[in-house]
C-alpha cells in the first residue's frame, strides 16, 4: 500500500511539474494537456539531445554576434553585408574564437539574406597563392565553398541566396549558391606566404567585394526585411550551464526552416518548449523541472567526453568526420557537437585537415611540463596542394599562446629555414622553454600547462584523403 501510494504522489508531483512546464513554454491552452505529459525524466532525456543539436548554433551565433551585431564588443568586425579585411594573423589577443588559424589573414562577412540574395566577387589571384571563402549556416553546415580548390583562382562572380529566393541565374554571375537558413557566415582565409607578403595579401583582400543583387544588377533595391533585435548571448562557460541556452536556440531557430529529415525531432523538442520564436521562463519552473533542464546539459558533455576519449583521442574519429554539409554528417549532431568544441568554423576535409595532437605516443594528455619531439621520415611531410603548419593552443580555452619569440605556429612556408635531421627528416621541438640556439629553429613554443596542438592540411591530396599518410605521433622526449 506504501509503495502504491509513493507511486501515486510521483505521478502527481509528475503530472504538476508538467502542467508548470506547460505554463512557463505555452500558456494554458490546447497544448496544455499535451505538454503535460513531459515527466522531469523526459525533460532531461530531450534537454540533452536538444543540446548536443544546438550548441553548435548557438555557439556559432555567440561568435557572429561579437563580429556583426554588438558594436561595443572588442571583437566586432562589421555591419551584415559587408566585407571587413583583417590584414594581418590572429594571435592571442583574438579571443572571440577558438583554436583560430594564424596561416591566412581573414576576411569576415556575416550575410543576411532575407531581403534579397548577395553577390560575392573574387579578384584574379596569383595562381600559387591559397584562397578560400567557407559559407558556414546557422545549423554550422559548410553548405559551399568558392576558392583555389572549389572554383579556381581566376576571379568571378557568385550569388548567395536564401530559402526563400526562387530566382533564375542572373547574367554576370558564375554561378548561384543556395542557403538554407537567411542567416549566414563566410570566412574568407588568404595565404600569406611571409611577414613581408603582408602587402600582397591587402592587395587580394581589397579585390573581395560583396552587393546586393540589386546593386549587382543596378536595380530598385526591394524593400527591406524587418530589423531583428538580436537576443543577448551567454558566454561560453553560460553556454555549458545556463538553461538560457535553450532560449536562444529558440531565436536561431526562427531563421532556419525545418529540413524534413528533422521533423519528428523537432516535435520531440516542442515537447520541452524548444522550437522556432518559443520562450522558457525558467524562473516559473519547479525546482526540479529547471534541473532537470541543466541535468540534460550535463549529460550532453558526458557524452562528448565519452566520444572524445574513445574515438577522437584514439584517431577513429578526426576532423574530417565532424566538418561537412547536411548531406556528410547524416544528422550526427554529437559528431557536430565535437567539431564546435574542438574548432568551430572549422573546414570540410576535403578543404582542410585537421590531425589534432591531444595526446602523446603513450596516450597521455599534452603538458608544457614535458618536452616533445614531433619527427617527419624523409618524403613523409604532410602530402597538400597548398601548404600545411602545425599550431598550438593552450588549454582549456584553445587560444594561441603568447611566448618570448611570438612564433604560433610552424608551417611548409617556413621550410627553408628548419634544420633538417642527418636522413633528411624533420624534427620539431614541441615545449615551454628553447630548446637550445641549434634547435630554435624547429621550435613551438607551448604553454607551462595542458595544450592541445592541431595540424591543418590545406586542399589536402589524395593518400592524406584516404588515409594513406598518417601523421606521426608526438613523442615526449626524457
Known amino acids: 500500500m506504501a509503495r502504491e501510494e509513493n507511486a501515486m504522489n510521483l505521478t502527481k508531483r509528475e503530472f504538476t511539474n508538467g502542467l508548470i512546464l506547460t505554463a512557463a513554454v505555452a500558456g494554458f491552452g490546447p497544448r496544455a494537456a499535451q505538454a503535460a505529459e513531459a515527466t522531469a525524466a523526459e525533460v532531461r532525456a530531450i534537454a540533452k539531445e536538444a543540446y548536443v543539436y544546438g550548441f553548435p548554433m548557438v555557439d556559432s551565433y555567440r561568435i557572429q554576434h561579437a563580429y556583426f551585431v554588438d558594436t561595443k564588443n572588442p571583437e566586432y568586425k562589421g555591419p551584415w553585408n559587408q566585407i571587413v579585411n583583417t590584414p594581418r594573423v590572429y594571435t592571442p589577443a583574438d579571443t572571440a574564437i577558438q583554436t583560430p588559424n594564424s596561416d591566412t589573414p581573414y576576411s569576415w562577412l556575416g550575410l543576411d539574406l532575407r531581403t534579397e540574395p548577395m553577390v560575392l566577387t573574387v579578384p584574379p589571384i596569383e595562381k600559387d597563392r591559397y584562397f578560400s ?6 545549423y554550422t553546415f559548410n553548405f559551399a565553398y568558392l ?12 550569388l548567395v541566396a536564401g530559402p526563400g529566393w526562387k530566382g533564375e541565374t542572373p547574367s554576370g554571375v558564375k554561378k548561384v549558391i543556395r542557403s538554407e537558413t537567411d542567416f549566414i557566415w563566410a570566412a574568407y582565409r588568404t595565404q600569406l606566404f611571409n611577414p613581408d607578403d603582408i602587402d600582397n595579401v591587402k592587395k587580394v583582400q581589397a579585390g573581395y567585394k560583396a ?3 540589386s546593386v549587382f544588377l543596378g536595380q530598385t533595391a526591394p524593400a527591406a526585411a524587418p530589423a531583428v533585435d538580436f537576443i543577448k548571448t551567454l558566454t561560453p562557460e553560460e553556454e555549458k550551464t545556463s538553461p538560457e541556452f535553450f532560449n536562444i536556440l529558440n531565436f536561431i531557430l526562427q531563421y532556419c526552416p525545418t529540413d524534413p529529415s528533422e521533423t519528428e525531432l523537432t516535435a520531440r523538442f516542442a515537447k520541452i518548449g524548444v522550437g522556432a520564436g518559443k520562450t522558457i521562463d525558467f524562473d516559473k519552473l519547479s525546482p526540479e523541472m529547471k534541473a532537470a533542464f541543466e541535468q540534460g546539459m550535463a549529460d550532453a558533455w558526458k557524452e562528448l567526453a565519452t566520444l572524445e576519449k574513445q574515438k577522437i583521442d584514439t584517431g577513429e ?11 556528410y554528417l547524416k544528422n550526427n ?19 582542410a585537415m585537421y590531425p589534432v595532437y591531444a595526446v602523446d605516443a603513450d596516450g597521455k594528455k599534452l603538458d608544457g ?10 618524403g613523409q611531410l604532410p602530402p597538400v596542394n597548398a601548404f600545411w603548419s602545425l599550431t598550438m593552443y593552450e588549454l582549456p580555452q584553445s587560444l594561441l599562446v603568447a611566448n618570448p619569440i611570438n612564433r604560433y605556429l610552424l608551417n611548409s612556408p617556413m621550410l627553408p629555414q628548419f634544420v633538417k635531421d642527418a636522413d633528411g627528416g624533420l624534427t620539431f621541438y614541441v615545449q615551454n622553454e628553447s630548446p637550445g640556439k641549434d634547435k630554435e629553429a624547429n621550435w613551438l613554443p607551448a604553454p607551462k ?9 590545406y ?11 598518417k601523421h606521426p605521433p608526438m613523442t615526449k622526449e626524457l
Open 317 to 327: 574519429v578526426t576532423s574530417g568526420d565532424v566538418f561537412g554539409t547536411r548531406e
Open 459 to 469: 586542399w589536402p591530396k589524395e593518400e592524406a584523403l584516404e588515409g594513406k599518410w
Open 449 to 457: 600547462g595542458p595544450f592541445i596542438a592541431f595540424m591543418r592540411l
Open 133 to 138: 571563402v567557407q559559407m558556414i549556416d546557422a
Open 369 to 378: 611540463a614535458n618536452r616533445y619531439a614531433l619527427r617527419f621520415a624523409p
Open 333 to 351: 549532431y554529437l559528431y557536430r557537437m565535437a567539431g564546435a568544441v574542438l574548432g568551430i568554423g572549422g573546414n570540410s576535409k576535403q578543404e
Open 147 to 158: 576558392g583555389s580548390r572549389a572554383t579556381g583562382n581566376d576571379g568571378g562572380s557568385f
Open 211 to 213: 552587393e546586393p543583387l
